[in-house]
């Protein structure tokens, strides 16, 4: 009698502790899945809003950059941080929006205007100026000076290759791509042979000013910086409409009614302004356009231009302000953002090469 009766107790007990393992399991089941569910939501309106996700940590990274590790010493620290933020600001917003610009005039993702020649004419600019002037007299001219003579003649020179080449007689932007390739070689064949003819002191120092620097930006170029870019928005802005039709393609765009030698020549020059600007300020950067612009096709939620003008400025902004603000306050300047920005860069640069390649297999 008492094993018959220990034995339905037993029983009884593993059918409520199978009964509670059940209850649990169901509960657990319903909270991952309740869970799962939120995170879905939450990635949803994530990839709904871009833009504010992206300003939010463009804000999240001005801040480190202004406060990390000051110590005390706000006085001394806001207003040098201050004006170096807004140098790297101004400098994404530049190469970001001019690599836009110029991918969808030639309607090609993996295409930067560095193609035209920009940064070899730079690089060329600094050697003759080493060479004629001497390394003491180049670091001792005046910043503003130099700042506008890089401009105006990285402006002038584009401007009579789009005249030469992009007339109304002739709109053929592949010939005029690949004779910018053509000039940056015989810009670097020059800049290559006065290397050879310096001094080895002279040639020390055109090396440090033939790669992008943006720890060392000139506080006194901002104000020509801002300015220039502040007019070239205007432009942009009231171009955006016609852009989305622009990347219709040239026959689709004047058959709506776009005047296509204008805005193809206006956007042109935009381009020039600002990689010249950009160029003039830190220093030429080859792949960092290309990078932030991929970045922006990639989570932009359609091709519109009023949002992608707007990501793709945020997007290249917060690359080099959170780029720059680990390398200083968390490396301790172990590296150079520069060289990280152009082998990510590059490495995207061939990763859009061969995903083009097996889209067309």
Request: charged share 10%; proline share 2%; hydrophobic share 55%.
């Amino acid at each position: 009698m008492f094993s018959s009766t220990k034995l339905t107790s037993t029983k009884t007990d593993a059918t409520r502790t199978s009964t509670a393992v059940n209850n649990s399991s169901s509960a657990d089941g319903q909270y991952s899945a309740a869970a799962q569910g939120h995170l879905a939501k939450l990635w949803a309106w994530i990839a709904a809003h871009p833009k504010s996700i992206a300003a939010i940590i463009l804000l999240i990274s001005m801040t480190l950059f202004m406060t990390l590790n000051v110590n005390g010493y706000w006085d001394f620290a806001l207003p040098l941080r201050g004006k170096k933020l807004l140098a790297l600001m101004v400098v994404g917003y530049a190469i970001g929006v001019s690599t836009l610009l110029f991918q969808t005039l030639t309607h090609n993702p993996i295409l930067t205007p560095s193609l035209l020649g920009f940064d070899s004419l730079y690089v060329l600019l600094q050697s003759l100026l080493v060479f004629f002037l001497g390394a003491i007299s180049f670091t001792s001219l005046d910043p503003i000076a130099k700042f506008t003579l890089e401009i105006v003649l990285m402006f002038g020179a584009s401007l009579l290759l789009f005249k030469l080449l992009f007339s109304k007689s002739s709109q053929d932007l592949t010939r005029l791509i690949l004779v910018g390739v053509i000039f940056g070689v015989l810009f670097r064949s020059l800049s290559a042979l006065i290397a050879r003819l310096i001094n080895p002191d002279d040639f020390v120092v055109v090396q440090s000013a033939s790669y992008a620097q943006f720890n060392t930006v000139n506080p006194q170029l901002l104000g020509i910086s801002l300015f220039i870019c502040a007019i070239t928005a205007i432009f942009v802005w009231r171009w955006r409409y016609q852009c989305d039709v622009l990347m219709l393609g040239q026959a689709q765009a004047v058959n709506l009614g776009i005047n296509y030698q204008r805005l193809a020549f206006g956007l042109l020059t935009v381009i020039a302004v600002l990689v010249a600007t950009a160029t003039a300020l830190v220093g030429p950067v080859t792949f960092f356009g290309l990078l932030v612009c991929a970045l922006t096709n990639r989570i932009a939620r359609h091709m519109y231009h009023t949002e992608r003008l707007i990501l793709v400025s945020l997007v290249a902004m917060i690359c080099l302000v959170l780029g720059q603000t680990i390398f200083e306050q968390v490396l301790d300047m172990a590296g150079v953002l520069s060289v990280v920005i152009e082998l990510a860069g590059g490495l995207m640069f061939l990763a859009l090469i061969f995903m083009s390649q097996r889209r067309s297999l």
